[in-house]
């Protein structure tokens, strides 16, 4: 059986895999059809901070003699995936997004590299984020702009942007992300793919960050079975756990997947009450919650939860932001290289005040509250990933808008970092410039479950296109 490359570079996860298992496909061979992927589509995107054929067809070797002698590591031994920048990777300068980040490969890798290392996989190389990943758009002085997949000079959002682009266009199957206000979701929903972020522990954070329990990690990828191939692989417990709690077993979710939705409870907010939301988006959130009650499940209208909290992330965000600055004990030369957006929010975090800190966290407690108030009469909160589309990349804050922060523009992905929730963003439909929509499903925290059987019931029954390039 020949499979021909442009085929190999259409496949998921779960397709490659069925294939290596039965013979007919080698992990050579797949990592050689995604880097020739790479080399056609990512000139037009710049997804990636590098591309690494030499690592990834090593590793695809090894692969191949494990599959050979019958002994994968495991389900995705030998899939191509990617990593996102701010992670370190050993063999790849840990640019961190950063003109002042390393520029000889990296010799450390936390916890998540471990656990991928172990399962086989075959890293094609590092994806684009903004500067320390500080803002839900990728550009800056190190990256230049990451270009939506659907529409040349509209942003793909981030800060796991180039992630979400790579899974767009299918440059390797899995995509590492990281989400500590909405990173995830937010180009999922610009990009057109499946985004998840998991409950705030499954996958235990054995790095420390100022930004503590907002931090969350999870994949990026076209369908939702594949996303669990790759959180799979990278959650459960771990001495090495700096922060939260990790339950002592993650249960395997893919049996559950194909469940369907009939009897779940699902309340609908177009707004959360304090949201002004774009008409194209509006029409496809309603559009998606008649055809979810079609699948069988309880679907109702619910108005605001709890005030904007937007004020509160803020406290939160900008003082982690200062912290990592002050910790990197700058010169002015090198202040100088850091993005300018960057700058000022570090600016603004170091005026706060411990007071103001402790009621920015206060602020989380109400949140945690209200939603666990929710949850009591539903098993998960259906509402839009973003309120708007792809704006023009390069811009931090859409033109004309007024707007001073990225958070300003996506209220609704933030509010669920500080309630450790799991959430997932998957295609909905597009507006009136193509651009596509997300759908984002909440649900209660460890039950990361509802929400991955409500995206998978949506999207096998409403599949969405994917792009062939840009227009």
């Not at 020949?2 to 050579?28: C, F, H, K, W």
């Not at 005040?353 to 949850?375: K, P, Q």
Request: proline share 8%; charged share 20%; aromatic share 8%.
């Amino acid at each position: 059986m020949t499979i021909e490359n442009d085929e190999i570079g259409e496949m998921g996860a779960g397709q490659l895999a069925a294939l290596y298992r039965a013979r007919e496909l080698s992990p050579v061979e797949a990592a050689q059809a995604f880097l020739e992927r790479i080399e056609r589509y990512n000139p037009a995107c710049n997804a990636f901070a590098y591309v690494t054929p030499e690592l990834a067809l090593s590793a695809a070797r090894e692969s191949e003699a494990r599959w050979h002698r019958g002994e994968p590591l495991g389900p995705i031994d030998g899939l191509p995936v990617t990593i996102k920048e701010l992670t370190s990777v050993v063999g790849i300068p840990h640019r961190n997004g950063s003109s002042l980040g390393g520029t000889e490969p990296a010799t450390k890798e936390p916890l998540v590299m471990k656990r991928l290392r172990e399962s086989g996989v075959a890293i094609l190389g590092t994806t684009t984020s903004p500067e320390i990943g500080w803002k839900g758009v990728t550009h800056g002085p190190a990256t230049g702009a990451t270009i939506n997949p659907w529409r040349k000079g509209r942003a793909s959002g981030g800060s796991s942007g180039g992630a979400a682009v790579a899974a767009a266009l299918n440059l390797g199957v899995l995509h590492d992300g990281s989400d500590g206000g909405g990173s995830i979701r937010i180009p999922a929903s610009f990009c057109g793919v499946f985004g998840f972020k998991s409950s705030y522990g499954w996958v235990p954070p054995a790095m420390l960050t100022p930004h503590f329990d907002l931090a969350h990690r999870g994949p990026l990828t076209r369908r939702v079975d594949d996303a669990l191939l790759y959180f799979n692989a990278i959650a459960g417990p771990s001495t090495e756990t700096v922060f939260g709690y990790c339950p002592p077993d993650v249960p395997d979710w893919r049996p559950g997947l194909r469940n369907g939705v009939r009897g779940l409870r699902v309340g609908y907010s177009r707004n959360l009450g304090y949201a002004q939301v774009a008409p194209d988006v509006v029409a496809a959130l309603d559009r998606a919650a008649d055809r979810l009650a079609g699948l069988g499940a309880t679907v109702e209208q619910v108005g605001e939860l709890f005030q904007n909290p937007n004020q509160a992330f803020k406290v939160l965000w900008h003082s982690g932001a200062h912290n990592i600055i002050a910790n990197m004990k700058l010169t002015a030369e090198q202040e100088a290289l850091l993005d300018p957006g960057l700058r000022e929010i570090a600016a603004s975090g170091a005026r706060y005040s411990a007071n103001d800190y402790i009621e920015a966290r206060l602020t989380v407690g109400r949140v945690r509250s209200a939603m666990a108030e929710f949850h009591r009469r539903f098993d998960a909160l259906m509402l839009p990933t973003m309120p708007i589309t792809a704006f023009a990349a390069g811009c931090d804050v859409p033109p004309q808008s007024g707007m001073k922060d990225w958070s300003e523009w996506s209220p609704f992905t933030y509010p669920f970092n500080m309630t450790g929730q799991p959430a997932v963003s998957v295609p909905c439909g597009f507006d009136s410039d193509g651009l596509p929509i997300g759908l984002q499903f909440v649900s209660a925290n460890y039950r990361d479950d509802l929400v991955l059987r409500l995206a998978a019931a949506y999207q096998e029954a409403f599949p969405e296109p994917f792009p062939n390039g840009q227009s």
